[in-house]
């Protein structure tokens, strides 16, 4: 038997639990902060547990950490002397490499420290004991979760927590001249899927006003073509690698063998979403990726996923399929075209 927190983006961690259940018989759950983060019991070895959720890992579920150790929140300094107390005794993980300590808390707590008072404390012990600490790209992840009551405290690596940001939540600093948000959608998902985008050459943007992710398209060096019959951004019409078609996308043909990536970032029913994508398919190389958001827009969001992706996978193979921390009533697909 083994515990854990998972985090799912706000209003989704029915669907998280829901994907859990259907993967792990007599797993239990507790609330710890409604529709969002949840304490997990399961019959599984820490081994076990890990090798499923890289197996097959959950949409909906943004974050997992073990709770290796759950401390009692006194309200007052001994809290911080048992987290470093508790970082002393782990020496051996701190010696290789880097650590990273991420903090998060309830409304409430009774833990009296803010998340950064308590990381530059353990930062300073890390250090004591000849470690080194890091804010990114770490090699291993001290997760401190602040109950209401209780410290729950676990030990994993990005790969194990799904993440290498404290709950999963993946923060961009906003640009000067940044056209939209949307934009954050299209760099998290370069990072969830180990896409490098610099690496295409020729893209369509289906459904591209204003322009948030041809703009990064672009900053990437690829030429663009962007379909949208609304306007998008003016200072686009800098760049000489894109093309503008005012039209539906319905209403437009390509030559064979164009594109090497087709991206979609549409407000419309994903069957007809799936269906669009699907009449472009003959303008794509054979092996072109695909990052496609699906707008959860029923009362069945599982059910509406499982039916796109049977629809996509008449010519697409999918890689993955996850809620991304910068989604909100969606998800986003990342698939490879597959000629016939």
Known sequence: MTEWIGTANHGFASLAMEELRRMIQGIKFTQLIAGEVFRIE?????????????????????????????????????????LSD?????????????????????????????AADTKAVLDAVIMELGGETAMQSPDRILSIFAGHNELYVGWGTPAEQLSDWPGGAVRFQREEGQISRAKFKLLEAERAFKL????????????????GWTQL????????????????????????????????????RFPPNTFDLL???????????????????????????????????????LQTIRDVVAKLESHFELIKAKQLFHNRDEITLYLKYKKA
């Open 86 to 114: 508790l970082v002393r005794n782990a020496r051996k993980r701190c010696e290789d490499g880097l650590t990273a300590i991420h903090i998060r808390r309830v409304e409430g707590t009774l833990f009296p420290y803010s």
């Open 263 to 301: 991206v979609c970032d549409m407000s419309w029913s994903p069957m007809q979403m799936a269906k669009l994508v699907l009449e472009k398919t003959e303008a794509l190389q054979d092996g072109a990726a695909a990052i496609i958001t699906v707008k959860l827009m029923h009362k069945k969001p």
């Open 217 to 252: 398209l672009l900053e990437r060096g690829l030429r663009v073509t962007s379909v949208d019959p609304a306007n998008l951004h003016p200072k686009l019409a800098a760049y000489p690698r894109l093309t503008v078609l005012k039209k539906n996308a319905s209403d437009v």
């Open 42 to 82: 399961v019959p599984l070895s820490r081994e076990d547990m890990l090798e499923l959720m890289q197996r097959n890992e959950p949409i909906f579920l943004r974050h997992i950490q073990p709770i290796e150790r759950i401390l009692p929140i006194h309200g007052g300094a001994d809290d911080l002397q048992e």
């Open 196 to 211: 490098y985008l610099e690496t295409f050459r020729e893209a369509l943007d289906i459904g591209a006003a204003p322009g």
